[in-house]
């Protein structure tokens, strides 16, 4: 079923290149919208599996944001985001 989530940290469109191709092999096309904030994420996504989503997305440092993170956690995540989104600017 597609349902939309609210991510944390995703600021342009390097951070999106790097959800959607990070994320597809394990759950298919996923569409970042960059016009609203807090950014949105929409994909085919079973309820089950939605754990193992939120640990993909805040190992790429973009947690979503109904995440209760420690301060440590807010750290962590900002600064893989910054790492991820180098990458999916250069592999654009």
């Given amino acids: 079923m597609k349902q939309t989530f609210e991510v944390l940290n995703v600021k342009c469109g390097g ?34 599996n939605i754990p193992a989503l939120r640990e993909a997305l805040k190992g790429l440092g973009y947690p979503m944001s109904d995440e209760d993170l420690t301060a440590m956690e807010g750290f962590t995540t900002t600064a893989k985001s910054f790492v991820s989104c180098a990458v999916g600017k250069m592999n654009t």
Avoid: H, S, W
Wanted: negative net charge; proline residues 3%.
């Fill in 15 to 48: 951070c999106a290149n790097t959800l959607t191709t990070k994320l597809a092999n394990e759950f298919g096309e996923v569409a970042v919208n960059l016009e609203v904030e807090p950014r949105q994420i929409t994909l085919d996504v079973e309820d089950a």
